[in-house]
């Protein structure tokens, strides 16, 4: 650094210095300390037992029954969100890419439930709308003459699922927007003149043209999936049973329900390196575009 | 005709979308009875009365000021951390400055939940859970790498030019940052600092394990509907209205900045 300053004629050193340090604490002294208590036999509860427990926290961990499902869960919300959030969202942004009467507004509206705060979303849908009795989906139901389906009881994690979609469609459908917005005008209307119809210009041209924006929007999305909490802390608390006990919500129930140190750790630790995979492919993919 | 068609298919899936966040502020303004009707009321006496509940007897304020104080700080120093090292590495990049860039995007990377456990025991050795300290801290440390990042994509967009001739008439550093390139990139600083704000108010995963009661903010007060025991829907609504709208305001004011933010400028 001090190479680069002296060659650029200020000393750039205490520019970047407050944010580097402060980043550099705070990826090191939690990672450490996580690493360090999944190794250690420590209940808050019982603070007086304490010593090293070696592989133990882990042993418990891999023993147990519900960490399968429970990984499984973890995995089927991302991937279920990713594909309903960028199904719908590469479709709805080839919508919204021509000119159309009032289009600003409307995408206002497409964008809009991302700046809602997630126990507001969760609360609003599980009761407003999935509730088996009052619920406006309910209401439907039965105008339609059809079964009244009880969300959270039959199907909670395909309710938290849908919830969490909502969430983050506006997401993918902007970056997918932005991406298409770049697209040559003319290769479109060529293709036209050719006589290829909407779905054709989607398929052929748009779709392609998204690539990019589509790697972006799965690595992005992804690490903010893996830890998702508070919709389901607010609907289910991880239930019935543990069908929409993620780790994250796993996690959660070990370290502050159960106070277990050591045992949440171990989890914690299995959460990093489950983020971190996604992580590394994030920062490639933004470092080949990045000309500094 | 095709094209028309096309125009009310996008319009329907708009209002479709915001759909819940109509009828939730539509339940704000019935009663509980109301709010609860089957089949659903579209048209009702509309009353003031869940309002006046929240305020009266919930805190509302408590809550609220709690989010303005927490997001407000936290934007506030993160934007006054990241502005130096934004300015550094986009007016005088040196061979690390890369590096040291995607470092910094991947420490935004560690999940939060992995870090629950040593920041909570940190927390409660420094007497700092249920605090708005502790939310401050946090949130300035997990949004700096997004605010570095946003800021140097704003800055390059700077001519460098006007930097270089101001140091050459003799401005420091500091006064350069204050009088010479802020005014350029104001706009860029406060698309920055919307984004930021939006991030802390709707943030739920600290809020909810840091906080108690003291220092709760308006994410952990909606929270506290989910108890089944006291589930009034049209307070819910209205309180839920009440929390969403400032930031709805902002969201709207940058959303077109907000690829940039959240993107890295992977997508342009």
């Not at chain 2, 936290?74 to 040196?94: D, S």
């Not at chain 2, 605010?147 to 101001?166: N, Y």
């Not at chain 2, 108890?227 to 709805?248: E, K, T």
Request: proline fraction near 6%; glycine fraction near 6%; aromatic fraction near 12%.
């Amino acid at each position: 650094m001090a190479r680069a300053s002296s060659r650029a004629g200020i000393a750039t050193a205490p520019l970047l210095a407050p944010a580097v340090l402060l980043l550099l604490l705070w990826m090191i002294v939690p990672l450490a300390m996580t690493l360090w208590f999944s190794f250690q036999r420590y209940n808050l509860l019982n603070p007086a037992v304490r010593g090293f427990a070696g592989f133990n926290n882990y042993r418990f961990l891999l023993r147990d029954p519900t960490l399968v499902p429970i990984l499984v869960t973890t995995v089927v919300l991302v991937l279920a969100v990713l594909a309903l959030t960028i199904g719908l969202g590469t479709v709805f942004a080839a919508l919204f890419a021509r000119e159309f009467r009032g289009r600003n507004i409307a995408r206002l509206l497409m964008v809009t439930p991302f700046f809602v705060m997630p126990t507001v979303s969760a609360l609003v849908w599980k009761n407003l709308f999935m509730h088996p009795v009052n619920g406006f989906f309910a209401a439907i139901s039965r105008g339609l003459g059809l079964p009244v389906i009880d969300w959270f009881g039959a199907i909670p994690l395909l309710s938290v699922i849908l919830i969490v979609a909502w969430e983050w469609l506006p997401f993918a459908f902007l970056i997918f927007l932005t991406a298409l917005q770049s697209l040559d005008e003319e290769q479109i209307e060529a293709a036209r003149l050719d006589g290829a119809g909407p779905i054709a210009i989607f398929f052929f041209i748009q779709l392609p043209h998204l690539g990019r924006a589509i790697s972006v929007v799965v690595m992005m999305e992804t690490i903010f999936l893996l830890g998702i909490f508070a919709e389901i802390y607010v609907t289910t608390a991880g239930g019935p049973g543990i069908a929409t006990t993620n780790l994250p919500f796993l996690i959660y129930q070990r370290a502050l329900l159960a106070f277990n140190v050591g045992g949440a750790s171990a989890a914690g630790v299995i959460a990093i390196v489950l983020a971190n995979v996604m992580a590394a492919l994030l920062v490639r993919t933004i470092a080949r575009r990045l000309d500094v | 005709m095709k094209a028309r068609l096309a125009t009310l298919l996008a319009w329907v899936i708009a209002l479709l979308n915001v759909f819940p966040l109509v009828w939730m502020a539509l339940a704000s303004f019935k009663t509980e009875v109301d709010a609860i009707h089957t089949p659903p009321l579209l048209f009702f006496h509309p009353t003031l009365e869940n309002y006046q509940a929240i305020f009266a007897l919930q805190d509302y304020t408590g809550y609220a000021l709690n989010s303005v104080a927490i997001s407000l700080g936290a934007t506030l120093i993160t934007v006054l951390i990241a502005i130096p090292a934004a300015f550094a590495m986009a007016f005088y990049p040196g061979p690390r400055t890369r590096d040291i860039l995607l470092w910094m995007l991947s420490t935004k990377m560690l999940p939060a939940v992995g870090v629950l456990v040593p920041i909570y025991l940190l927390c409660r050795d420094a007497g700092l859970l249920d605090t708005r300290t502790a939310l401050i801290i946090v949130y300035v440390l997990s949004n700096l790498p997004i605010a570095v990042w946003m800021l140097f994509t704003f800055f390059r967009e700077t001519p460098r030019d006007i930097i270089e001739a101001s140091r050459i008439d003799g401005a420091s550093v500091g006064e350069t940052i204050l009088l010479v390139l802020l005014p350029l990139v104001l706009p860029g600083i406060a698309s920055t600092a919307l984004l930021l704000i939006i991030l802390c108010w709707n943030e739920a995963f600290w809020s909810l394990n840091l906080t108690a009661h003291n220092a709760a903010p308006l994410t952990a007060f909606i929270a506290s509907f989910s108890a089944p025991q006291g589930l009034f829907w049209a307070r819910l609504s209205a309180a839920s209205l009440l929390a969403i709208a400032p930031i709805l305001v902002f969201g709207w004011l940058s959303q077109r900045q907000l690829v940039r933010g959240l993107t890295f400028g992977a997508v342009k």
